[in-house]
């Protein structure tokens, strides 16, 4: 693999990975875990708030 750019430890902080959705300026993208049979899916949270509920 050839012409690959290096990313920086602060840009590998800052991506989130997987199907995460593009949220609005002032939502966070979480991701709820699977429980009683349902699927693990994503939601965009108040970032006030943040992720911490789940």
């Not at 902080?13 to 349902?38: S, Y």
Request: glycine content about 10%; proline content about 6%.
């Amino acid at each position: 693999m050839k012409n690959l750019k290096k990313l920086t430890k602060s840009t590998l902080k800052n991506i989130i990975g997987g199907n995460a959705p593009q949220c609005e300026g002032d939502t966070v993208a979480c991701r709820h875990k699977a429980e009683n049979g349902v699927p693990a899916y994503w939601s965009c949270e108040p970032a006030a708030t943040g992720c911490r509920f789940l």
